[in-house]
Structures are given as C-alpha cells and as structure tokens.
C-alpha cells in the first residue's frame, strides 16, 4: 500500500521532533506534563485530530491518525496516549452524542480547553468490564445521581472532562461529568513502571449530581456499542504507537551496534546481532502492515474492522516487547541505565500489554472471529 | 423471503453458530450472542443496510431477534 505524506503528518513530525522529544525523558523521569509543552500541544491542533473540521478538529482520516500515532509513539508514549484519550472521548461524543453535547465539547476538546479521560475501570473490575458497578440513579425528572470508584484512569490529574461509564437499572450507560462537579476525589496514582507522565488517577464519585442531558447514547447500550467504540479507536491507536517505538528501537541498535566494537568486530557483523536485528525489524514490518490493514477497514468502515484492529494491537503490542526488550540486549550494560531511550520504551512496551485490553482479553475476542 | 431478511439472516448466521434461528427469537434474552454483536450490528446496519443508527433508536427492540431488525430498518427506510 503507498501511502501519501501529507502537510499534516510532515507538520506534525516537525512538531514531534521539536517540541515533545526534548520532554520525554523529563515526563518520564519527574511523572509529569511540562505546562509548555501543554500549552504548545494545545496550540497546534493536534489533540482533535479526529473531531470534525466543523468543531474546529483536523478531521484526519484513520490512516493518517495512524501515521500520527506512529510519529509520536517514536518519541513519546505519554503524550501519544493523551491524544489517544482526548480522540477516544471525541469519537465516541462525535458519534453517539446529541447536537448539543458536540457543540458544546467537540469545539473545547479540539482546542484543548477541555482535556478528558475515558473512566471505565474500578478496582474490582477490570477486563471485566462489563460487571462494573459505579452507580447511576434517577433523581426526579432530569438528574442522575452518581456514586462509585473508578481506578488507573489516564490523565485524571488534569482532565476537565470525564466520559464515565456507569450501571443504570436499565444497564451500562456513558456520561459526560465534569471535573468541577461537587462529590468528586481525585487521588493520583504515581510510580507505575512505564507511560510514566499519563497522570493516573483514581477517582471517587459521592453523590455527584449530574443532568441526564448528559447521557451519551441510550441507557443501556454505555458499553457496547457507544464505549466500545472509543475503545476500538484506543487499540488502534496504541497498536500504531508500538510500531513507533519500536522503530525507535530498531533505529538507535543498529546504530549502536555498527559502533560498538567486541571481539575487534563492529557487533553488528556477528552473525547472532545480526539475527537478532533481522528479527526485530521483520516482526516491526509485520505489526506496521497489520496497522495499516485495520486503518484501511476502519476507513472503509467495514463491520470487521473491529476484529482487524484486534489484531493490530495484539500483535503489535507482542512485537514492541520482543523488539524493545532486544534492543535493551544489544545495548549491554548501557541499555539497562535510566536516559538511554530504549530503557525507557522498554518499560513503556510492557505496559501496551495491559491496557485497553490485555492479552488474553485480545485472545478471547479474537478467537470470535476464527 | 425479502432480499433485506436474507441479508439479515446472512449476517447473523456469520455471527452465530446455531442452525435454526426462528425469525422470532429474541437472540439477546436467549443468550445467543455476546456483546460484541451490538457492536457489528450497528456497523452492519449502517454501512451495509445504509440505515443511520440514530441515539434514539439504541433499543433492544429494534434488534432483538430478525423481525425486530427487519421492522426497524423498513420504519427508517
Ligand atoms: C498506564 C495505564 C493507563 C490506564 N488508563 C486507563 C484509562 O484511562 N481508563 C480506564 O478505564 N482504564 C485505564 N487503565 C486500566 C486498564 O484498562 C486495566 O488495567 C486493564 O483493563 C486490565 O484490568 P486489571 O488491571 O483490573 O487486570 P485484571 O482484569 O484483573 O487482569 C489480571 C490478569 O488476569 C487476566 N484475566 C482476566 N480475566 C481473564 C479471563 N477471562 N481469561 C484469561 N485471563 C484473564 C488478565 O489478562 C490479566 O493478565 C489503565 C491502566 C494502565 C496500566
């Protein structure tokens, strides 16, 4: 397949090299956003960049949203999830919100004025999400009351918005809260292994009064289709993230191993590097065209594009372990010390394989479709 | 049997494994299918049918069994 680099994507390169890998290090290092590099994200569009042009997004199509996930997974996994939150939330408002709901979040969302989080697990319930208990009840004509906990939620430390899903009597149902509802404790959580800067939260809904205007979709239907959708578009996403950083990877070893000398041979003309380098960059091909395939059905919006993006991140978040704990290998020593980047994507890969699903959960869903 | 109930039954029997599906029963209260199915039905609907899925329409009613779908795609056609 050719695909066509377009003045988004070679502008969005531009912005990725120049002002967020500078950073990464940092946000892995102190947990944490620097406030210019946010202000500078917010600036250049490139948190909406699903949200149709007509709320002030860029409207990408998924192969290019693709593209972009690529270039910023080559830097920075911390960042490449905040868009990947913000793009989550507004595909999932773009397609089931009403006329109201779009125009007043879609706009704040693809300026940046509206950061939001995806709030699906709870402490109790994680791939099985659909026995999640956070609470919704009626109260009088137009109001819900919400209690309940939700747990590793990304960027709860600065989110504006949350996209919460909760169980009504009727059953799961997705909402709109916002950050500034009185009943909501935010108590951060620091020190995970990798995607260090994603300010997690665990969040605590007291009695939060919240319109039913908010409801995105109907009751009943919160999970699937209306949250499932977000989701679809994570996977993606963070499928196309590993690819990056496994490029990364594969481009600083063979560099490195063209320069380190043992045995009076560059390590590279050892026939076992060379095995090893042959064998990173085969699976990275592989999980590249899997990406590319799942962005072409979810362009064509073919009903199995759900079953391809699967694939997509299975594979790919498989590959970004194997590739990044090899490139780690190649380094010796010096890969195994904090500031040398392929420590930290090493750290970051395993977590690729816990979220948005892990890899049994991708397991299951796909054997549906054998 | 309509080309629109042969495509729905097509679609179905893609999705489940089971032989003699009446056009009657209620696949979700049978347990016939998972969720995942709410899911592809929606794409199916929409990019296969041409039928818009709108909020209000998300009700198991319009797609609990193959007449349910059928009805609920003639009321929007
Ligand atoms: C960095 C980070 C960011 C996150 N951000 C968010 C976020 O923004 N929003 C959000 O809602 N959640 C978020 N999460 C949570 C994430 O989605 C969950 O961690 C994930 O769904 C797994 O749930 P769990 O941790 O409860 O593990 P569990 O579900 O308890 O799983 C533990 C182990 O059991 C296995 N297992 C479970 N059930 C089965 C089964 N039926 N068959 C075989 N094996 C099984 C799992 O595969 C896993 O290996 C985040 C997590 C991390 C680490």
New binding site residues.
């Given amino acids: 397949m050719s695909i066509k680099e377009n003045d988004i994507l070679k502008k969005f390169r531009s912005f990725s090299e120049n002002k967020i890998a500078p950073h990464a290090s940092y946000i892995d290092e102190k947990q944490n956003i620097p406030e210019e590099l946010l202000t500078d994200l917010k600036k250049s569009g490139f948190l909406g960049v699903l949200i149709p042009k007509e709320f002030g997004g860029l409207e990408l199509n998924y192969i290019d949203y693709g593209l972009l996930n690529e270039e910023i997974g080559k830097v920075c996994t911390t960042i490449r999830?905040l868009i990947t939150?913000q793009n989550m939330v507004a595909v999932i408002i773009n397609r089931y919100g009403d006329n109201l709901q779009k125009s007043k979040w879609l706009p704040k969302m693809a300026s940046g004025e509206a950061i939001a989080?995806?709030?699906?697990?709870e402490p109790g319930?994680?791939?099985?999400?659909k026995n999640i208990q956070s609470g919704l009840q009626a109260e009088g004509k137009d109001k819900f009351i919400l209690n309940g906990n939700?747990?590793?939620?990304?960027?709860a430390q600065i989110a504006d918005i949350l996209l919460v899903i909760a169980r009504a009597e009727e059953g799961l149902c997705c909402i709109i809260v916002e950050k500034k509802t009185v009943g909501i404790e935010i108590t951060p959580i620091n020190d995970?292994l990798?995607?260090r800067g994603?300010l997690?939260g665990e969040i605590r809904f007291n009695n939060c009064k919240i319109p039913q205007s908010h409801l995105v979709g109907n009751l009943g239907f919160g999970l699937f289709p209306v949250a499932f959708t977000g989701l679809d578009i994570g996977r993606y996403s963070i499928a196309w993230g590993c690819v990056g950083m496994a490029e990364t990877c594969l481009d600083i070893s063979k560099k490195y191993s063209k320069t380190r000398k043992q045995f009076d041979l560059q390590i590279f003309n050892h026939q076992l590097v060379k095995r090893i380098l042959t064998d990173m960059a085969v699976e990275l091909k592989a999980a590249r065209l899997l990406c590319l395939n799942a962005g072409s059905f979810l362009e064509n919006k073919s009903r199995d594009s759900f079953a391809e993006v699967l694939s997509a991140k299975y594979f790919a978040s498989k590959m970004v372990r194997f590739v990044t704990a090899r490139a780690v290998e190649l380094h010796g020593a010096s890969g195994l010390k904090k500031g040398n980047p392929v420590e930290r994507f090493f750290r970051d890969a395993k977590?690729m394989q816990?979220?948005?699903?892990?890899?049994?959960?991708m397991q299951?869903m796909i054997s549906r479709y054998l | 049997m309509n080309e629109l109930k042969k495509k729905i039954k097509l679609f179905i029997s893609e999705k489940i494994d089971i032989t003699n599906l009446a056009d009657t029963d209620d696949m979700f209260k049978q347990g016939f299918v998972n969720s995942l199915f709410a899911m592809e039905l929606v794409m199916f609907v929409e990019n296969e049918i041409g039928v818009k899925v709108e909020n209000k329409d998300l009700m198991l009613d319009n797609f609990r069994s193959v007449c349910a779908i059928e009805k609920f795609i003639m009321s929007k056609k």
């Fill in positions: 999830s939150v989080a995806f709030c699906l697990t319930f994680g791939s099985d999400a939700k747990k590793w939620i990304s960027f995970m990798g995607a994603c997690l977590i816990t979220i948005e699903g892990s890899d049994q959960m299951l």
